[in-house]
């Protein structure tokens, strides 16, 4: 990178959402989502078809990785939020993705500890 421009570059960085695990933050007024408002009808409409005991066809993904309920969404946290929340768009991975507004509503609701 040139020199000149690290310095934008790094400002630019500043102003993007978090995007690991590591980086993620509850707003400092916490969330008024929590797992019945939001995250169980999330979980349902994208994760479910792949990632639920029920799923009739798994579509490759791993048998431990089970969403049905809310122990079991805390229990993979860092990984929904590292490939399905804010800019991490890796999951699902189909015609149907969530709209960013919801990403950002999962990172929100993760980040607080999936209440």
């Known amino acids: ?23 993620a933050e509850c707003p400092p007024e916490g969330t008024d989502l929590s797992y019945e408002t939001f995250g169980q009808e ?6 479910q078809t792949c990632h639920s005991s029920f799923a009739p066809d798994r579509k ?17 946290i860092d990984r ?3 490939r399905s929340a804010g800019d ?13 507004a919801e990403r950002d509503d999962l990172a929100e609701w993760l980040a607080c500890g999936a209440p």
């Open 80 to 82: 929904i939020y590292e």
């Open 1 to 23: 990178m040139k020199p000149w421009l690290a310095p934008g570059f790094a400002l630019l960085l500043a102003g993007c959402p978090a995007e690991s695990w590591d980086e």
């Open 88 to 100: 991490n768009v890796s999951m699902p991975p189909g015609p149907e993705d969530p709209p960013q």
């Open 42 to 47: 999330f979980m349902q409409h994208y994760c």
């Open 60 to 76: 490759g993904a791993p048998s431990d990785y089970v969403f049905d309920t809310r122990e079991q969404v805390i229990e993979w």
